[in-house]
């Protein structure tokens, strides 16, 4: 028989492991939902990610709290 309920949401601890450039991030804005991006650069608390389809390459530069570690 099937669970019922919500399902428990995945939820990696940053004070344990801090985003670092490298990190696979989903982003928290309308339109992103199912995108994983990979973060390149990280500065004073700004993200720049990028995801890679062929040659078109699709960069966000966003802030700590739009993103959320896989």
Do not use: C
């Amino acid at each position: 028989m099937a669970k019922r309920g919500r399902r428990k949401k995945h939820v990696v601890d940053l004070e344990k492991y801090p985003l670092k450039v490298g990190d696979w991030v989903k982003i928290n804005k309308s339109g992103f939902a199912g995108d994983t991006y990979q973060v390149t650069e990280m500065n004073d608390g700004r993200v720049l990610v990028e995801d890679r389809e062929g040659s078109y390459v699709h960069k966000l530069n966003l802030t700590e709290r739009q993103v959320t570690k896989i």
